[in-house]
């Protein structure tokens, strides 16, 4: 009798479907067997480390991380504890001739956060006007995201001198940092902690010959719930003694992590010709900004970040 060709006729005999159940069963049998042979192999090798099953889910947090900026509150130059943020430091000095480079480090002597502190950074003649070129100057107006209490920070820019006369450039004798107000909270407002950024520098890489040029490469460090908004990246330079003697600014050039994600990574900074000479390289800080979200466009003149 045999199977017939259902194709044909659609029919088959008993005996040709019993046997095909069988084939069958003995198919998903062996099938079978073979799988849990192969996780009883696993076991015995990795232990009860290897998970039988998916992961579990994560259980949901008591205070989930906050997604959105902290409420607005009203500027002001000093926190309602009377601390406020300050310049402890700054330097400068004529790179290549044609730009000076200029590093500061302000300091927040509250026991708040001073959120989104505005900087302007004017470099100076010897008659007291600006140094800078009228269509440079970019990066002097910066805005500090976060400055947690206690917490010293970089600020670092870069711009091209004016022209003086017959063909010079003018020379900067000063400079001058000048800090608008903050926002202030209490520790207290953030359930989940405040954002802890750092970043440990771990060299420069020279190319095109330059010594003023190069890429800084450094691992930045997020302590948070969640990722943050990048607001650019301050480089600052010293020389051999530990004095500042300028700074830089720019967004990081990620390599497989951004400098504002949770955990830490590997990053990149272009300095774009800033470095001064006489910089001591293994000195060099780097301090990645990170906000809560990105900046809000009004003011005036706006932030370069």
Known sequence: MGLVDHRGSGVESGHGRYS???????????????????????????????P???????????????????APRPQAPTAPDGGRVTVLESGFAT????????????????????????????????????????????????????ILPGQRIGVGAWAYLGDGPRFTKLTPVSVRIELGPSQWWPVADSPQG????????????????????????????????????????AALYRDRDGRLAGGSLNAA????????????????LSLYDSMPAGTDEARTEIYPYCDFAPRDPAGLPPPVN
């Open 20 to 50: 095909w159940r069988v084939t069958r069963l003995l198919i998903w049998g062996s099938a079978a067997a073979v799988v849990l042979t192969c996780v009883l192999c696993a076991w015995a090798r990795y232990g009860p480390s290897l």
């Open 52 to 70: 039988l099953a998916g992961p579990a889910e994560p259980a949901a947090s008591s205070s989930p991380c906050p997604e959105r900026t902290p």
């Open 95 to 146: 790179v290549g001739g044609n730009r000076v480079s200029i590093g500061a480090v302000l300091d927040n002597s509250s026991a708040q956060v001073a959120y989104r502190t505005r900087v302007t950074i004017r470099a100076l003649d010897a008659r007291g006007g600006s140094a800078v070129h009228p269509r440079s100057g970019e990066l002097l107006v910066q805005e500090i995201p976060i």
């Open 194 to 233: 405040l954002p802890v950024v750092s970043a440990a520098f771990r060299g420069i890489r020279h190319y095109g010959g330059s010594p003023h040029d190069g890429v800084a490469q450094y691992t930045a460090t997020v302590d948070y719930c969640r990722p943050l908004a990048p607001r650019l990246v």
């Open 253 to 268: 050039g990620a390599l497989g992590h951004t400098a504002c994600e949770p955990g830490a990574g590997g990053e990149t």
